[in-house]
């Protein structure tokens, strides 16, 4: 076993007229299946939103502003959104050129992969790893949303590419570059990047030539400059010692807080950590399924990482058993790609607070590059005959048995298939047993991505609602949870009742402005021309987002993402209104509803939910509502207009 390893890894590096062919394949297919109706789809409105405010303004763009008043930023590091506006800044502010760019940092994210598995493992192994991480369903399902997860891939996989080659030199440089990427993979989602650090670090101290000293003193320098990358623009934010837009979903607006505390201790444990209290801890549940160690195979996870991951961890297990013996650069993939399947695998299967579905795509890479490592040293075995040469047919078994489970639990959808996938997997194992290793290699792969693969399809297929696009998943079942989920939080925020349909209703178009709300928005140009702030929205991005997408104009957001933070504060709604920066607030009719029947904060209302109580009572005190009939026609449909002038 050790001497197949050893030849099975590292060995098989000359390229072939054919193979930088089936590479391009490869990419156009992953173009394909990514880009298919590109322009024709929902995107999440709060980024694209901000991706467009932060196109038309240095400054929003140098702080991840949401809105292009500068009033609240989003609730992200900013790395993302800046690629996706450099490219509106070249193509114009269209759906069409954000998905462009994730679609160009997905198949680049391909090509890297090929690389860095090329360098382990082989040619072939590469080329099946790429074909294996396009067919990954989750992976399909963020290449085609604007969320930030499709740059992390890329980046991590650029530090795991420059940590390969720091194994076959033992020189710094190339550990240090690593650790570049892996910095900027924090810019793009924060801690989610350092969790490939333990894979990364073992591959290197056991791989890399030299001293064992001398190596750890290189790891402590790259962990060194991986923190200063990653910390750089927090400590920009930090620092700035001008105006800047309030930390989005932070507790007090501090950066740090947001980091670690909302996006960090609260999404590890759950709590009360954010501007949304322990709303995190109610529906990390819903989305993801309950914490524990099954929870990737889980009715709500398993349909989208893992349909190989059984093949990964069988392969990542024969390794640590049998490879002892092989060479210290395959000892060091297997500890790069076990390490980040193991590490990854452990925080998304016990993630206590919000946890999405889609989290799971940094664990693709691993998982291709493993079940591909996997499968063609099986396939190698079967060759060269002996006791080990039934291992390749029993993984496609497994396999096709497994991907059976997964495609029972939507047994509407496609119910052949699933039947199918079982009836290719015993022709694979029929040909193995009768020594037809051509019909076995076909009939075995087919078996393995037939159904992951029709996810991919699906999800090309598919046009997602905007409650979708905010909870991007694969295959035929939607991310309906966040309907239910964002329903119950209304209802606990405010004791609303049954007026979260109109909420919800009224999230759904957040991707359009109606004529009610361009009617609003002329009349507040119209009446301030000169104001810094043409018009305020409450209602957190739910509100503004329509304004932000279909138009120009310097429209502000209350209270961030969902509209629970507390800015702007009633001190500087004071300030604006007596200088002129704002006079018109637009509340739309369902939060008007939602004030005159929520409780009054600090009399058993959520603390969610203060904030928003709080502008909604200065806006009632200090401003008087416009008649519908005095703005147009379809006026009264966008809510209530309140002019806030000093002198009214």
């Not at 959520?606 to 008087?624: D, L, P």
Request: net charge positive.
């Amino acid at each position: 076993m050790t001497a197949v390893t050893t030849t099975a890894v590292g060995s098989d590096r000359k390229v072939v007229r054919w193979e930088p062919i089936a590479l391009g394949g490869v990419m156009l297919l992953s173009a394909l299946l990514w880009g298919w109706g590109l322009g024709d789809r929902s995107l999440q409105p709060y980024y694209a939103a901000a991706v467009h405010s932060m196109s038309r303004d240095w400054s929003v763009f140098l702080f991840s502003g949401y809105d292009p008043a500068g009033v609240v930023a989003v609730d992200k590091t900013p790395l993302g959104f800046w690629v996706q506006a450099l490219g509106v800044r070249v193509f114009g502010f269209h759906l069409w050129a954000i998905e462009l760019v994730q679609v160009a940092e997905g198949v680049a994210a391909v090509f890297v992969l090929h690389r860095v598995v090329r360098r382990w493992a082989g040619e072939r192994t590469a080329l099946l790893a790429a074909l294996l991480f396009a067919l990954t369903p989750i992976t399909a399902a963020i290449n085609r949303d604007n969320v930030a997860d499709t740059l992390l891939v890329l980046l991590l996989l650029l530090a795991a590419y420059f940590v390969t080659r720091a194994v076959e030199t033992g020189g710094a440089k190339w550990l240090v570059w690593a650790a570049v990427f892996v910095g900027l993979g924090f810019l793009a989602k924060m801690l989610a990047a350092w969790i490939v650090l333990p894979g990364l670090a073992l591959a290197y101290f056991a791989g890399a030539p030299g001293a064992r000293g001398k190596k750890l003193l290189h790891l402590v320098l790259a962990g060194v400059v991986a923190l200063a990358v990653s910390l750089s623009w927090p400590a920009l934010v930090s620092l700035w010692p001008g105006s800047k837009p309030y930390v989005g979903s932070s507790a007090d607006g501090s950066i740090w807080q947001l980091i670690f505390g909302y996006n960090g201790v609260s999404r590890l444990f759950g709590g009360s950590d954010g501007a949304m209290g322990t709303f995190g801890t109610s529906i990390g549940t819903g989305l993801g399924g309950a914490p524990g160690p099954l929870r990737l195979f889980d009715t709500e996870i398993g349909g989208q990482i893992a349909w190989l991951l059984p093949l990964a961890l069988g392969a990542l297990v024969v390794a640590a058993f049998r490879a002892r013996g092989a060479a210290a650069r395959t000892r060091a993939g297997w500890l790069l790609w076990g390490g980040w399947l193991l590490a990854g695998a452990a925080v998304f299967s016990f993630t206590g607070g919000i946890f999405h579905a889609y989290y799971t795509a940094e664990l693709a890479p691993a998982i291709a590059a493993l079940a591909a490592a996997g499968l063609l040293t099986g396939w190698r075995w079967y060759r060269e005959g002996g006791r080990a040469r039934m291992v390749l047919p029993l993984a496609v078994a497994g396999t096709a048995v497994f991907a059976f489970v997964l495609l029972d639990r939507t047994p509407t959808w496609l119910p052949w298939l699933r039947y199918g996938v079982l009836g290719i997997a015993l022709v694979a194992v029929v040909a193995a047993l009768t020594r037809s290793g051509v019909v076995l290699a076909g009939a075995g792969l087919l078996a393995v991505i037939a159904g992951p693969a029709a996810f991919v399809v699906q999800t090309a297929a598919g046009r997602p609602t905007v409650l979708d696009a905010a909870d991007p998943t694969a295959g035929p079942a939607g991310s309906g949870a966040l309907t239910g989920i964002l329903a119950a939080l209304l209802r606990s925020a405010s004791g609303a009742g049954d007026r979260e349909s109109s909420y919800l209703r009224y999230k759904m178009a957040a991707n359009t402005l109606t004529p009610g709300q361009a009617q609003v928005l002329a009349y507040a140009q119209a009446q301030a021309p000169a104001a810094r702030i043409a018009l305020a929205v409450e209602g957190g991005s739910f509100g503004s987002d329509p304004f932000l997408l279909n138009t120009d104009a310097r429209v502000a957001p209350f209270g961030g993402y969902l509209g629970f933070d507390a800015t702007p504060s009633l001190p500087q709604l004071g300030h604006w209104t007596a200088d002129g920066s704002l006079r018109f607030v637009l509340l739309p009719r369902v939060f008007v509803e939602l004030g005159q029947s929520a409780k009054p904060p600090g009399d058993g209302a959520s603390s969610e939910g203060a904030a928003i109580g709080e502008r909604i009572g200065w806006a009632a005190k200090h401003c008087v509502p416009v008649p519908p009939a005095r703005i147009g026609p379809a006026a009264a449909d966008a809510g209530v207009l309140f002019d806030c002038a000093p002198t009214r």
